[in-house]
């Protein structure tokens, strides 16, 4: 038991796991704070201009269905909530687009920061031994 104990203890201080935690924790909190917009912001005037539908609202009716002595209830499909479902989908996922966009492009700037200058080539043969010949004569005081 001790064994598997110090095995889970290592898996969940690692920190890709608790990094996962986290941004897990962080990603439902996203999630609500963007179905918030979308619920109480965007939708309510896209609802008025389209005349007043609540898009939560929109639904089918099924009929009811009599079998023997008891009658099933009517049964719905709510359609409005898959719609509402969905833009709050899209808009979470051009969130997320946006910011992953936005820390590849830091990242790319501090690796571009990070990167020596590549060291010049290495002058021809020639050049050198004019250099040595040059660096001689000074020597000599010529």
């Known amino acids: 038991m001790g064994k598997f104990l110090n095995e889970?203890?290592?898996?969940?201080?690692?920190?890709?796991a608790v990094?996962?935690?986290?941004g897990v924790i962080i990603g439902g909190?996203?999630?609500k704070i963007v179905s918030s917009i979308v619920n109480d912001i965007i939708m309510p005037p896209i609802?008025?201009?389209?005349?007043g539908v609540n898009f939560?609202?929109?639904?089918a009716t099924l009929p009811g269905v009599k079998i023997g002595p008891e009658e099933m209830a009517a049964a719905t499909i709510n359609y409005g909530r898959f719609i509402q479902t969905v833009i709050d989908f899209t808009i979470i996922a051009?969130?997320?687009?946006?910011?992953?966009?936005?820390?590849?492009?830091?990242?790319?700037?501090?690796?571009?920061?990070?990167a020596a200058p590549p060291a010049p080539?290495?002058?021809?043969a020639q050049?050198?031994?004019?250099?040595?010949?040059r660096d001689l004569l000074k020597e000599q005081g010529r």
């Open 8 to 16: 889970f203890r290592e898996f969940a201080v690692k920190g890709n």
């Open 29 to 31: 909190a996203f999630g």
């Open 94 to 114: 051009l969130c997320v687009f946006l910011l992953v966009k936005g820390i590849n492009k830091l990242t790319r700037k501090k690796d571009a920061a990070k």
């Open 121 to 124: 080539p290495a002058p021809p």
């Open 127 to 133: 050049e050198r031994l004019l250099t040595e010949i």
């Open 47 to 51: 609802g008025w201009l389209i005349g």
């Open 19 to 22: 990094d996962m935690a986290v």
């Open 56 to 59: 939560s609202d929109l639904k």
